[in-house]
Each structure stands twice: as structure tokens, then as C-alpha cells.
């Protein structure tokens, strides 16, 4: 089972981006495991996951992610924005496969 994780400021607004996203799987029947954290969390969660994905509200994070995670193999990436803003867990789904192939 693949694990995806959301990081956002509080872990808060990034929650209901996950529902959505966990919705939109269940209609593929993909087995993927989606959960958000906090960024204060983030280095101590990411041995659990197969793709990171920030939300724009913590997209400076990014450089520092990308080399704690890249010795890992650990593809890291932003959100867009209109994705986020809009909640269209669809296409951040969509997103996190095209990283982890």
C-alpha cells in the first residue's frame, strides 16, 4: 500500500483536502494510505511515506524536504494552488501517483 502525505501549517485545512482525496480513491479502488501533518511533524513522519505533497501555505519547506528526502527516494512536491484552494482532491491524487511512478 502506497502512503501519501499532505503537510500543511496546522495539519488543519489539509484534513479535508485528505477526505476528499480518500473519497476520489475509493471510487478508483486504489489502496493508498493518505494522512496530513502538521509541518512542525513532518521530518519525524516522512520514514512513513512514499510522497510528500505541501500545501502552498508551507511551499518555502520545500528545499529542505526535497534534501532530507532525496537520499530516501522520497519524491517531494507543492501543491497547486487552485487545486488546494478549490479542494479537487482529484487531481492532488492524481499528482501523488504521477511522483511515486
Request: charge should be negative; charged fraction near 25%; proline fraction near 4%.
Amino acid at each position: 500500500m502506497k502512503k501519501i502525505m499532505l503537510c500543511c501549517a496546522a495539519g488543519m485545512s489539509t484534513s479535508m483536502l485528505v477526505q476528499k482525496m480518500r473519497a476520489e480513491a475509493a471510487k478508483r479502488s486504489l489502496e493508498v494510505e493518505i494522512d496530513a501533518f502538521p509541518v512542525s511533524e513532518i521530518e519525524s513522519q516522512l520514514h512513513h511515506a512514499d510522497v510528500v505533497l505541501l500545501g502552498p501555505q508551507v511551499q518555502y519547506e520545500l528545499q529542505r524536504l526535497t534534501e532530507i528526502s532525496t537520499p530516501r527516494g522520497l519524491p517531494v512536491a507543492v501543491i497547486d494552488m487552485m487545486d488546494y484552494g478549490t479542494m479537487r482532491g482529484d487531481r492532488v491524487l492524481d499528482k501523488a501517483i504521477a511522483l511515486m511512478a
